[in-house]
């Protein structure tokens, strides 16, 4: 058996990185603290014309919300709102909106011509350094086949500008596209390697440790896992969910520059993707973040859409899961794929997290279902725009839900927000 060997650095004891073990995730159940509202549609979508989901800010090298002439940013996943939602991941694209205030967001429009890498982009994040732009991305599928695939590998866009007016902002090319990361088989599970469910190799999220000053990359992948390995018991299964949240160091802190390490969290035999990784520090401690699915958990568990989330004192500590299981926030019951691909953020004392309006009005264990109903139900159902913006009280491993913004309110903390003694949290967690 070749267990995962997490090699040197923080494992100088032939040690292995902290785990999602099936017992903390035996405990994941709805609470008042973690289940959201119902959510209705907003009065106004400033994107009403596109389908919209995972969505990220453009940030500082300290994962400060940045400015350019005083704009915000922010980037998103999109697909033409003529497409049937289930097919949005096959052609999508980025494109980005700027605000002044963080709640009239405007624009839309493609970052990048035709030139970015992969058959599509998917998630990613934006780097603002001393005015230069880095924009790291997912190229899914392999462009140099026609037949749309699934291949994954982190790529960074650089060299282009985003210049501004008192009217808003757009994006200068050329920028330079360039492969960064793919999965090296040992740390990281590989296509060829992956057995089960489509690989991960993606959404790469920038992150500049404050302790350390350590520049690093977080991202979505897989432990690679051997059908002779005693992982799970030994039970081929469960082993086929081997979800991890993988990191790569950049030694110079050069933002192109990068070296695979050990993951800091794996998640075999309880999950197949730890999706959008991302840490928020808070109380000066590490807050992991990633959202998953209901149906990449293994057999034999049960888990919800959600956002789950573990607490550790360095980036390469022990993670504990918070409130025991890992679970931070959810959808109700009755809605239970209403909301996706939440993004925490640091706000004052407080973390908020953003998310997408996903399936509304739908309820059931899965959403294989939606695939049968007609084609104006499916895009009725499909929110395809951001949602209320969510607000989390957090204190050492425990975190509840407190209150809520307004669809696409992304605060920045100049400004104050209205205290939240009023908030119920919904009566019917299910
Ligand atoms: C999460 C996600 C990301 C990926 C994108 C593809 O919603 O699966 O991991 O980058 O959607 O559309």
């Not at 969290?265 to 730890?274: A, I, P, T």
Request: glycine share 10%.
């Amino acid at each position: 058996m070749t267990e995962n060997n997490v090699g040197d650095r923080r494992n100088p004891e032939g040690g292995r990185p902290p785990r999602w073990t099936r017992s903390q995730a035996m405990r994941i159940e709805r609470a008042p603290e973690t289940v959201a509202p119902v959510i209705e549609p907003p009065s106004e979508d400033p994107a009403a014309d596109l389908h919209i989901w995972d969505t990220w800010l453009l940030r500082d090298r300290h994962g400060e919300i940045a400015e350019i002439d005083g704009w915000r940013v922010l980037f998103s996943l999109t697909a033409p709102e003529e497409l049937l939602p289930g097919k949005r991941h096959d052609v999508a694209e980025i494109r980005f909106f700027y605000s002044r205030n963080g709640t009239e967001w405007h624009g839309g429009e493609p970052v990048f011509e035709a030139e970015a890498l992969g058959q599509r982009q998917w998630a990613g994040s934006a780097l603002y350094d001393d005015g230069d732009l880095y924009l790291y991305y997912t190229a899914a599928g392999d462009e140099s086949v026609d037949e749309l695939n699934y291949t994954q590998r982190i790529a960074v866009a650089h060299g282009g500008r985003f210049e501004a007016d008192d009217d808003g902002v757009w994006s200068e090319g050329p920028w330079t596209h360039e492969t960064i990361l793919e999965p090296d088989g040992r740390w990281y599970e590989s296509e060829d390697q992956s057995r089960g469910m489509i690989y991960t190799f993606r959404d790469p999220w920038f992150f500049e440790d404050p302790e350390t000053g350590e520049t690093n990359l977080l991202f979505e992948a897989n432990t690679p896992v051997s059908t002779d390995s005693d992982r799970c018991d030994g039970d081929e299964a469960r082993q086929e969910f081997n979800g991890s949240v993988g990191v790569a160091t950049s030694h110079s802190g050069d933002p192109l520059e990068w070296e695979l390490e050990p993951p800091l969290l794996d998640g075999v035999c309880v999950n197949q993707e730890l999706e959008r990784p991302h840490i928020v520090i808070h109380d000066e401690r590490y807050y992991l973040f990633f959202s998953s699915h209901m149906h990449t958990f293994s057999p034999g568990l049960r888990g919800f859409d959600g956002l789950y989330g573990f607490v550790a004192d360095s980036l390469r500590g022990e993670y504990d899961p918070l409130n025991g299981s890992g679970l931070v926030v959810t959808n109700p019951a009755s809605v239970p794929f209403q909301a996706y691909s939440w993004m925490a953020f640091p706000y004052r004392d407080e973390i908020l997290v953003q998310s997408f309006y996903n399936y509304r009005e739908f309820a059931g264990d899965s959403l294989d279902g939606i695939a049968d109903l007609s084609e104006s139900e499916q895009r009725h159902l499909f929110g395809g725009t951001l949602s209320p913006t969510l607000r989390l009280d957090v204190g050492g491993d425990r975190t509840r839900i407190h209150g809520r913004l307004a669809h696409w309110h992304i605060p920045t903390s100049e400004e104050g927000l209205p205290n939240t003694d009023g908030y119920q949290p919904p009566e019917d967690v299910g």
